[in-house]
Protein backbone atom coordinates (compact mmCIF):
# COMPACT_ATOMS: atom_id res chain seq x y z
CA UNK A 1 0.00 0.00 0.00
CA UNK A 2 1.73 3.42 -1.05
CA UNK A 3 1.90 6.66 1.49
CA UNK A 4 -1.64 8.34 -1.60
CA UNK A 5 -3.63 4.80 -0.84
CA UNK A 6 -3.24 5.77 2.69
CA UNK A 7 -4.03 9.12 2.60
CA UNK A 8 -7.51 9.06 0.24
CA UNK A 9 -8.52 6.21 2.98
CA UNK A 10 -7.36 8.60 5.42
CA UNK A 11 -9.57 11.29 3.86
CA UNK A 12 -12.32 9.03 3.51
CA UNK A 13 -12.20 8.04 7.04
CA UNK A 14 -12.31 11.79 8.01
CA UNK A 15 -14.95 12.59 5.66
CA UNK A 16 -17.24 9.85 7.55
CA UNK A 17 -16.41 11.60 10.89
CA UNK A 18 -17.36 14.98 9.96
CA UNK A 19 -20.47 13.68 8.64
CA UNK A 20 -21.31 11.60 11.60
CA UNK A 21 -20.64 15.25 13.68
CA UNK A 22 -23.63 16.41 11.75
CA UNK A 23 -25.91 13.97 12.13
CA UNK A 24 -29.44 15.28 13.13
CA UNK A 25 -32.18 13.46 14.45
CA UNK A 26 -35.97 14.56 14.08
CA UNK A 27 -37.65 14.74 17.83
CA UNK A 28 -41.98 14.27 17.86
CA UNK A 29 -42.35 16.73 20.87
CA UNK A 30 -46.16 16.18 21.27
CA UNK A 31 -48.08 13.87 23.20
CA UNK A 32 -51.66 12.16 22.22
CA UNK A 33 -51.07 14.18 18.96
CA UNK A 34 -53.81 12.11 17.43
CA UNK A 35 -56.96 12.61 20.40
CA UNK A 36 -56.66 9.26 20.89
CA UNK A 37 -56.57 9.95 24.65
CA UNK A 38 -59.38 12.12 23.89
CA UNK A 39 -57.88 15.77 25.63
CA UNK A 40 -55.64 14.17 28.27
CA UNK A 41 -52.48 16.49 28.16
CA UNK A 42 -54.18 19.14 26.49
CA UNK A 43 -55.29 22.59 27.80
CA UNK A 44 -58.30 24.42 26.87
CA UNK A 45 -59.06 27.85 28.10
CA UNK A 46 -60.24 30.97 26.48
CA UNK A 47 -58.31 34.17 26.15
CA UNK A 48 -58.04 36.99 28.81
CA UNK A 49 -56.27 39.57 26.92
CA UNK A 50 -58.74 41.69 25.11
CA UNK A 51 -61.77 39.67 24.49
CA UNK A 52 -64.92 40.20 23.88
CA UNK A 53 -68.11 38.20 25.06
CA UNK A 54 -68.95 34.90 24.50
CA UNK A 55 -68.09 31.23 25.22
CA UNK A 56 -65.65 28.43 23.27
CA UNK A 57 -65.71 24.85 24.11
CA UNK A 58 -63.36 22.13 22.59
CA UNK A 59 -64.50 17.98 22.79
CA UNK A 60 -62.94 15.00 21.23
CA UNK A 61 -65.34 12.70 19.36
CA UNK A 62 -64.94 10.04 17.35
CA UNK A 63 -64.90 11.56 13.39
CA UNK A 64 -66.51 13.29 12.08
CA UNK A 65 -68.04 13.55 15.78
CA UNK A 66 -70.36 16.28 16.76
CA UNK A 67 -69.42 19.39 18.17
CA UNK A 68 -70.73 20.36 21.84
CA UNK A 69 -71.52 24.34 21.83
CA UNK A 70 -73.38 24.43 18.52
CA UNK A 71 -74.32 20.90 18.07
CA UNK A 72 -73.08 20.94 14.36
CA UNK A 73 -71.71 18.09 12.48
CA UNK A 74 -67.33 17.66 12.18
CA UNK A 75 -65.01 16.38 9.92
CA UNK A 76 -64.15 13.77 8.46
CA UNK A 77 -60.94 13.00 9.61
CA UNK A 78 -57.81 12.04 7.22
CA UNK A 79 -55.78 10.30 9.98
CA UNK A 80 -56.94 7.99 12.88
CA UNK A 81 -60.42 8.22 14.41
CA UNK A 82 -60.11 10.70 16.98
CA UNK A 83 -61.03 14.23 15.86
CA UNK A 84 -60.61 17.34 18.63
CA UNK A 85 -63.71 20.04 17.73
CA UNK A 86 -63.77 23.73 18.90
CA UNK A 87 -66.26 26.25 18.69
CA UNK A 88 -67.01 29.92 19.79
CA UNK A 89 -69.86 31.92 20.16
CA UNK A 90 -69.12 35.56 19.93
CA UNK A 91 -72.21 37.80 21.45
CA UNK A 92 -70.28 41.26 21.39
CA UNK A 93 -68.65 43.01 18.46
CA UNK A 94 -65.04 42.83 18.62
CA UNK A 95 -62.52 40.16 18.47
CA UNK A 96 -62.21 36.41 20.48
CA UNK A 97 -60.17 33.56 20.68
CA UNK A 98 -60.39 30.17 22.55
CA UNK A 99 -57.22 28.40 22.84
CA UNK A 100 -56.26 24.59 23.11
CA UNK A 101 -52.91 24.16 24.38
CA UNK A 102 -49.88 21.55 25.44
CA UNK A 103 -46.38 22.86 26.99
CA UNK A 104 -44.03 21.08 25.48
CA UNK A 105 -40.22 20.79 26.37
CA UNK A 106 -37.58 21.67 23.70
CA UNK A 107 -34.72 19.48 23.39
CA UNK A 108 -31.27 21.10 24.50
CA UNK A 109 -29.31 21.67 21.67
CA UNK A 110 -32.69 21.94 19.01
CA UNK A 111 -32.08 24.08 16.22
CA UNK A 112 -35.49 23.89 14.07
CA UNK A 113 -38.88 22.71 14.35
CA UNK A 114 -41.94 22.21 12.22
CA UNK A 115 -45.63 21.80 13.09
CA UNK A 116 -48.31 20.12 10.51
CA UNK A 117 -51.75 19.01 11.05
CA UNK A 118 -54.66 17.91 9.19
CA UNK A 119 -57.21 21.15 9.57
CA UNK A 120 -60.77 22.16 9.08
CA UNK A 121 -62.98 25.35 9.60
CA UNK A 122 -66.06 26.34 8.59
CA UNK A 123 -68.20 29.03 9.62
CA UNK A 124 -71.75 28.58 11.56
CA UNK A 125 -74.04 31.61 12.03
CA UNK A 126 -73.06 34.09 9.84
CA UNK A 127 -69.86 35.48 10.22
CA UNK A 128 -68.32 36.71 6.65
CA UNK A 129 -65.79 35.29 4.96
CA UNK A 130 -62.14 35.80 6.45
CA UNK A 131 -63.81 36.60 10.01
CA UNK A 132 -62.17 33.39 11.78
CA UNK A 133 -59.00 31.51 11.80
CA UNK A 134 -56.85 29.08 13.09
CA UNK A 135 -53.44 30.17 14.56
CA UNK A 136 -50.83 27.98 16.04
CA UNK A 137 -47.66 29.49 17.71
CA UNK A 138 -45.31 28.35 20.70
CA UNK A 139 -45.82 30.79 23.77
CA UNK A 140 -44.52 31.98 27.03
CA UNK A 141 -45.75 29.70 29.84
CA UNK A 142 -46.85 31.91 31.59
CA UNK A 143 -50.58 33.02 30.19
CA UNK A 144 -52.97 31.66 28.19
CA UNK A 145 -52.17 33.43 24.48
CA UNK A 146 -54.14 35.63 22.34
CA UNK A 147 -54.44 35.78 18.76
CA UNK A 148 -54.62 39.38 19.05
CA UNK A 149 -52.81 39.85 22.31
CA UNK A 150 -50.23 37.27 22.78
CA UNK A 151 -46.50 37.65 21.17
CA UNK A 152 -45.39 33.97 19.48
CA UNK A 153 -42.10 33.26 20.20
CA UNK A 154 -40.77 32.05 17.37
CA UNK A 155 -43.65 33.30 14.73
CA UNK A 156 -47.42 32.15 14.04
CA UNK A 157 -48.66 30.21 11.09
CA UNK A 158 -51.91 31.31 10.27
CA UNK A 159 -52.77 28.20 9.12
CA UNK A 160 -56.31 28.16 7.93
CA UNK A 161 -58.87 31.03 6.98
CA UNK A 162 -62.43 30.12 6.96
CA UNK A 163 -64.85 30.82 4.46
CA UNK A 164 -68.69 31.79 4.74
CA UNK A 165 -69.84 28.06 3.55
CA UNK A 166 -69.27 24.56 5.62
CA UNK A 167 -66.61 22.48 4.43
CA UNK A 168 -67.21 18.77 5.11
CA UNK A 169 -63.39 17.40 4.88
CA UNK A 170 -60.09 18.48 6.64
CA UNK A 171 -57.06 19.61 4.81
CA UNK A 172 -53.64 19.09 5.44
CA UNK A 173 -51.11 22.49 6.91
CA UNK A 174 -47.69 22.65 7.47
CA UNK A 175 -46.32 25.63 8.69
CA UNK A 176 -43.04 27.17 7.98
CA UNK A 177 -39.81 25.88 9.83
CA UNK A 178 -39.60 27.81 12.89
CA UNK A 179 -36.37 28.67 14.43
CA UNK A 180 -35.92 27.36 18.07
CA UNK A 181 -32.39 27.13 18.79
CA UNK A 182 -33.19 30.28 21.28
CA UNK A 183 -35.83 28.49 23.13
CA UNK A 184 -33.77 25.08 22.91
CA UNK A 185 -33.67 23.79 26.64
CA UNK A 186 -36.81 25.38 27.34
CA UNK A 187 -40.82 24.87 27.85
CA UNK A 188 -43.02 26.37 25.77
CA UNK A 189 -46.54 26.62 25.26
CA UNK A 190 -48.22 25.49 21.35
CA UNK A 191 -51.27 26.76 21.35
CA UNK A 192 -54.24 26.00 18.41
CA UNK A 193 -56.02 29.51 18.81
CA UNK A 194 -59.48 29.41 17.06
CA UNK A 195 -60.11 32.92 16.60
CA UNK A 196 -63.08 35.15 15.52
CA UNK A 197 -63.58 38.94 15.23
CA UNK A 198 -66.47 41.07 14.02
CA UNK A 199 -67.48 45.11 13.69
CA UNK A 200 -69.86 46.89 13.64
CA UNK A 201 -69.58 48.02 9.83
CA UNK A 202 -67.73 46.39 6.79
CA UNK A 203 -66.71 42.59 6.29
CA UNK A 204 -67.84 40.64 9.46
CA UNK A 205 -70.87 42.80 9.93
CA UNK A 206 -71.51 41.72 13.76
CA UNK A 207 -74.43 38.80 14.02
CA UNK A 208 -74.87 38.21 17.71
CA UNK A 209 -74.13 34.62 18.64
CA UNK A 210 -72.30 33.91 15.37
CA UNK A 211 -70.36 30.52 15.84
CA UNK A 212 -67.15 29.11 14.06
CA UNK A 213 -66.51 25.52 14.51
CA UNK A 214 -62.86 23.76 13.58
CA UNK A 215 -61.53 20.95 13.52
CA UNK A 216 -58.25 19.20 14.22
CA UNK A 217 -56.15 15.70 14.09
CA UNK A 218 -52.94 14.17 13.14
CA UNK A 219 -50.90 16.92 15.28
CA UNK A 220 -47.16 16.56 14.40
CA UNK A 221 -44.84 18.58 15.89
CA UNK A 222 -40.72 17.71 14.73
CA UNK A 223 -37.61 19.43 16.50
CA UNK A 224 -34.47 18.86 15.05
CA UNK A 225 -31.65 17.80 16.94
CA UNK A 226 -27.91 17.65 16.00
CA UNK A 227 -26.70 14.23 16.95
CA UNK A 228 -23.54 12.53 18.40
CA UNK A 229 -21.63 9.86 16.76
CA UNK A 230 -22.36 6.84 18.73
CA UNK A 231 -18.76 6.06 19.11
CA UNK A 232 -18.14 9.63 19.83
CA UNK A 233 -15.60 8.70 23.03
CA UNK A 234 -13.67 6.84 20.71
CA UNK A 235 -13.00 9.36 18.36
CA UNK A 236 -9.96 12.04 18.81
CA UNK A 237 -10.67 15.38 20.30
CA UNK A 238 -10.10 17.05 16.86
CA UNK A 239 -12.19 19.83 15.50
CA UNK A 240 -14.29 19.77 11.95
CA UNK A 241 -11.32 21.96 10.94
CA UNK A 242 -8.74 20.25 12.20
CA UNK A 243 -9.62 17.67 10.50
CA UNK A 244 -10.51 18.95 7.58
CA UNK A 245 -6.96 20.83 7.53
CA UNK A 246 -5.03 17.54 8.35
CA UNK A 247 -6.22 15.54 5.80
CA UNK A 248 -5.29 18.26 3.55
CA UNK A 249 -1.65 18.32 4.84
CA UNK A 250 -1.26 14.48 4.44
CA UNK A 251 -3.16 14.93 0.71
CA UNK A 252 -0.15 17.11 -0.45
CA UNK A 253 2.42 15.34 1.01
CA UNK A 254 0.90 12.15 -0.72
CA UNK A 255 0.94 14.16 -3.73
CA UNK A 256 4.53 15.48 -3.47
CA UNK A 257 5.66 12.03 -2.24
CA UNK A 258 4.38 10.85 -5.39
CA UNK A 259 5.99 13.00 -8.06
CA UNK A 260 9.20 12.82 -6.09
CA UNK A 261 8.77 8.73 -6.51
CA UNK A 262 7.99 8.92 -10.46
CA UNK A 263 11.27 11.19 -11.23
CA UNK A 264 13.25 8.57 -9.04
CA UNK A 265 12.46 6.22 -11.54
Known amino acids: MNFTTITLRFFSVAAALIMAGNAQAQVQVLTNRDFSGGLTNWTLAPST?????GTCSYNVDAAPGTETLTTAAGFNALTGTQIALG???LTAIGFRSCVLYQDVAIPAGATTATLSG?????SVGGLASGDQAIFIGMYSTATVPSFNGSTALAGTARLIVGGASASP???T????TWNVSTL???TVRLAIIN??????SGTGAFVPGANSVIGANNLRFNVVVPVA????SSIPTLSQWGLIILTTILALLGIGYSRRSSRLR
Open 169 to 171: TLA
Open 49 to 53: GGSAA
Open 229 to 232: PANA
Open 173 to 176: FTSA
Open 184 to 186: AGT
Open 87 to 89: SMS
Open 118 to 122: DLGIK
Open 195 to 200: AMQSTS
